[in-house]
């Protein structure tokens, strides 16, 4: 009598090769026509706030400025170009720009220059009231402009008082808000609302849907006024602490662009011509701050702050730089794509940038030379003390956004550790580090070493203005205040050509010598895309990258792959790399290599060997047991 | 099975409840920072933060006051507002993450159930046997693996490699029709609940096995054996319903850590279970939402016990008091 319990095997085996067959692509819902044109990228920092004002992230810039224009926009040059506003005219004491004719939101309401007066009243109220809005990052730019007073004398024109002649009044990341969306908040309050989708905007694509820690999605605004991409819809994946997870998406299509690979991969990614690597020239740094605060207001916070005294020493500071090799840092964390790091304007910047006059070089024996010499000596047990007599013992935080702050946070705790100062390593989520830092009245500052890293502007003024003293409890990541850098940094907003060039030596070198940082390294943002399905990639700048740059332009300037003259053949990389198979049947275009149905078929006879071999076995097994009776 | 010993199997399990909420209660009050970190909250306007700080009483002494409003809000299933999750209530993301992990290791433990028992059974019955080598081999190699392990060559192969499954995630971001919808969770869940399944079979099978190689040497399998019954009768009528016992109770306690979700196979491929909940919440130190997870997982693993204490009651004559 046949064992009900095998034919049953055979039959389940059967019906799970049923049910595998009809998961596999060949066998899905065939995709029609009109399936919209899907972009998605990957990114490993996790958005943490889709309200324009409560975002510190690369990632939170990106998110906004697909939905909001800036004022003016930037070009593949980073030159100013057409944003909301389509040209200006600048005179001594202003700058009139005209708003585009004709122009509409995504939901068709006419937008107009009472949005701007709108969004940047908003930087103005707060700054006329002494405050920021939301984490204080956008009204800076305002601020830092210079301007005094703006108005919208009719629907086509907006004016913007202010003295400065630089190009800052060009490069105010301030979002054009609809009007009459947000109109009845104020710059308290609008910080505190859920910016949550379908949003309302003029820029290329609006956000519908932000699945916290998974992806934000974006679709075309129809009444958009620039270039049409390809693109139907945008999707932006997040990818924190899994940097592997992204870098197989991407390989198996389910990603077009991925931010931020890490080095081995890049390397092995750039070998295969099915992808396109691009290793761009930061316009930023990564850096360990020091927290210093109480410099100069001899101020502490109760169960917070730095856990030693020696952190506010210029000298102490000065002594730890000698212990850190930038160079093996830049070969061995990143992989050779990036540049020791020195000064605070990066040299990208060529106007601006240079070299310290007073160079600190590697070595462990004087770093120590110098500890001992600016009075920590170690003790009996081979402990660095501070002048308290205390062990000092640092307290380092970094983000999970990246494999490189990770593994720079190894290097140091060596290095320190050869000086007899023990390091403690934390990683966090980028939005909780933010928060963390945060000094009375938000918070504790309960760290003594944070290892992230910043992004710039065009202008060095974005990258020099987190030392000011008032932006402590802002922008700053160290809590330093030296009222003689707020001076030079005054001077330099007023100043250009060579004048400009020497007061921001000055500053440099100031912080150079002062080291409330240590610049680790000018790190280079290592992104790839894929080759396949879009065309008409363009860098920000010409030594930059595609995306998470100054703006979101690209996206726009895509265009179909398929319809290109079709690149060289894809070559076969070395083991270990994988040839680019697209399975996903998204796009309108006969897409699918034949290379698909080859595993099917393979798999197919593998499950027809598999159920016959079954119920031969049973067969058998059945005549066995005939006999036993 | 006597009411006496359901009812005193449900108080042991009420104690243990009412033993997980405390500890629950202490064990976040004594981390630094925490309750003041729950009012922290970015995400929270000034004025909601106060009204929090006063429901959960954070002015007034830990006893009796904190402990009773502790108590009174978990009863109404009020857990606090989330910090990574943007002020959005406990209850709600642990029960949003929930569903995806009961869905990935519910049917991960179904599957390794199914086939880890009949493995199990079939090894053991032949011990020595070919199916026996084989299945040992196998159910040791992958029991030994970490699902990371077995994930890992899985998404290489089968979805980077030869495209035929997403590399991660549960959905394909997007609107889809109800049907489509399903089909798309079908394919994000094929590599995942392979993984999981593989995991979880070898402890299965090993354990049949072994009780099967027990329970053969019974007298009543030789008394079977003597009466003439077919081999595979015997296995399946006599051994194997005998062999169930010891199963039930790693069976109870598996599936109450199904809700724990398989952390590292919940990172590898993406899935948003409470495994993946649970190491977002770490890294963003959200202490409101680790009380949460803890007290879910805490209830889950007493409720499971308790079902199997019932079960093994019901199944087991011998077990009576």
């Not at chain 2, 429901?55 to 606090?80: C, R």
């Amino acid at each position: 009598m046949r064992s009900p319990l095998r034919g049953r095997a055979a039959r389940a085996l059967a019906a799970l090769a049923l049910v595998f067959a009809a998961l596999l692509p060949g066998a899905a819902v065939p995709a029609a026509a009109a399936d919209p044109v899907v972009l998605t990228v990957g990114t490993t920092q996790d958005l943490d706030s889709s309200n324009p004002f409560n975002t510190a992230l690369v990632s939170g810039y990106e998110v906004f400025q697909m939905t909001y224009d800036l004022l003016v926009e930037f070009d593949k040059d980073t030159h100013p170009a057409p944003g909301f506003a389509d040209s200006w005219v600048r005179s001594p004491d202003k700058v009139t720009f005209h708003i585009r004719d004709g122009m509409q939101f995504s939901d068709g309401t006419p937008a107009t220059s009472k949005d701007v007066c709108f969004s940047w009243g908003l930087a103005m109220d707060a700054i006329k009231n002494g405050a920021n809005i939301g984490y204080g990052y956008l009204d800076p730019n305002v601020k830092d402009a210079g301007v005094t007073k703006i108005e919208c004398p009719d629907a086509s024109t907006f004016v913007a008082y202010t003295t400065d002649q630089s190009d800052r009044i060009f490069q105010v990341y301030m979002p054009i808000l609809p009007q009459h969306v947000w109109s009845k908040y104020n710059y308290k309050t609008i910080a505190d609302q859920k910016f949550d989708g379908p949003l309302v905007g003029t820029g290329p694509y609006t956000l519908v849907e932000w699945k916290t820690g998974q992806f934000t999605r974006f679709v075309r605004n129809p009444h958009y006024w620039g270039n049409k991409g390809f693109a139907d819809n945008v999707v932006i994946r997040f990818f924190p602490d899994q940097t592997d997870v992204m870098v197989q998406a991407l390989k198996s299509g389910e990603l077009d662009y991925a931010h931020d690979v890490n080095p081995d991969q890049f390397k092995a990614l750039a070998a295969d011509k099915a992808y396109t690597a691009v290793a761009g020239k930061a316009n930023g740094w990564s850096q360990l701050a020091f927290n210093t605060y109480g410099t100069g207001t001899g101020k502490t916070i109760k169960d917070g702050g730095p856990s030693t005294q020696a952190l506010l020493d210029p000298a102490f500071r000065d002594a730890l730089g000698y212990a850190v090799d930038h160079k093996a840092l830049v070969e061995r964390v990143l992989g050779g794509y990036g540049d020791p790091g020195t000064t605070i304007v990066p040299p990208i910047l060529s106007d601006w940038h240079v070299e310290p006059d007073h160079p600190r070089s590697f070595s462990i024996d004087v770093a120590k030379q110098k500890l001992d010499a600016a009075g920590y000596p170690l003790d009996s047990t081979g402990k660095r003390l501070d002048k308290q007599g205390k062990p000092i013992v640092l307290r380092l935080v970094h983000p999970n956004s990246n494999d490189s702050y990770a593994k720079s946070a190894q290097f140091v705790k060596e290095w320190y550790g050869q000086l007899g100062i023990d390091v403690n390593v934390q990683s966090l989520d980028s939005d909780t580090l933010t928060n963390l830092i945060l000094p009375p009245p938000d918070g504790k500052a309960k760290y003594d070493i944070e290892l992230w890293g910043w992004s710039g502007n065009p202008d060095p003024n974005g990258l020099t203005i987190v030392f000011r003293c008032d932006q402590i409890d802002n922008l700053s990541d160290s809590q330093y205040c030296n009222p003689d850098y707020d001076k030079l940094y005054d001077e330099n907003s007023k100043e250009s050509g060579q004048q400009r060039h020497d007061t921001l030596a000055k500053m440099q070198n100031l912080i150079y010598d002062q080291a409330p940082y240590d610049v680790l390294y000018y790190d280079s943002n290592l992104d790839v895309y894929r080759n396949d399905r879009f065309a008409g990639w363009q860098n920000m700048p010409a030594d930059g990258t595609p995306f998470f740059t100054y703006s979101d332009l690209n996206y726009t300037l895509l265009t179909d792959a398929t319809i290109q003259p079709s690149p060289a053949p894809t070559v076969s990389a070395p083991a270990g790399a994988s040839a680019a198979p697209s399975a996903e049947p998204q796009t309108s275009s006969t897409g699918g290599s034949g290379s698909n149905t080859t595993p099917l078929l393979i798999l197919a006879a593998l499950v027809v060997v598999v159920v016959i071999g079954g119920l031969l076995w049973s067969r058998r097994r059945r005549t066995a047991s005939v006999e036993d009776e | 099975m006597s009411a006496r010993y359901f009812l005193r199997k449900l108080a042991q399990a009420i104690v243990t409840v009412i033993a997980i909420v405390l500890l629950n209660f202490v064990l976040f009050r004594m981390m630094p920072g925490s309750p003041e970190r729950a009012t922290k909250n970015p995400h929270l306007t000034p004025e909601f933060v106060a009204a929090e700080r006063a429901k959960w009483g954070l002015d007034k002494p830990l006893f009796p006051d904190q402990l009773v409003a502790f108590v009174e809000s978990t009863a109404t299933g009020d857990l606090g507002y989330s910090i990574k999750y943007r002020g959005q209530p406990v209850t709600g993301v642990v029960m949003g993450a929930a569903g995806p992990t009961v869905l990935l290791i519910g049917l991960g433990e179904a599957l390794a159930i199914v086939i880890g028992l009949w493995l199990g059974a079939r090894s053991g019955w032949r011990r020595g046997g070919v199916m026996d080598r084989i299945g040992n081999a196998f159910s040791l190699i992958f029991y030994s693996m970490p699902y990371f392990v077995i994930g890992m060559p899985l998404i290489i192969i089968f979805a980077a490699g030869l495209g035929w499954f997403p590399t991660s995630g549960m959905t394909t971001p997007g609107d889809k029709t109800p049907v489509a919808a399903v089909i798309d969770l079908g394919r994000h869940l094929v590599l995942p609940l392979t993984a999981v399944t593989l995991g979880l079979v070898g402890a299965y099978s090993i354990l049949m096995r072994s009780s099967i190689i027990e329970t053969r040497s019974e007298d009543y399998i030789t008394t079977a054996r003597a009466k003439g019954l077919p081999d595979a009768r015997i296995l399946r009528s006599h051994a194997f319903p005998n062999a169930l016992l010891p199963m039930v109770t790693l069976i109870a306690i598996n599936l109450g850590y199904v809700v724990a979700g398989a952390i590292t196979a919940e990172i590898v491929f993406n899935w948003p279970g409470l495994g993946l909940l649970t190491v977002q919440a770490l890294d963003a130190r959200d202490y409101p939402l680790l009380q949460g997870i803890f007290l879910l997982i805490g209830v889950s693993v007493v409720f499971a016990n308790f079902a199997a204490d019932i079960v093994y009651g019901y199944l087991d004559p011998r077990v009576r008091v």
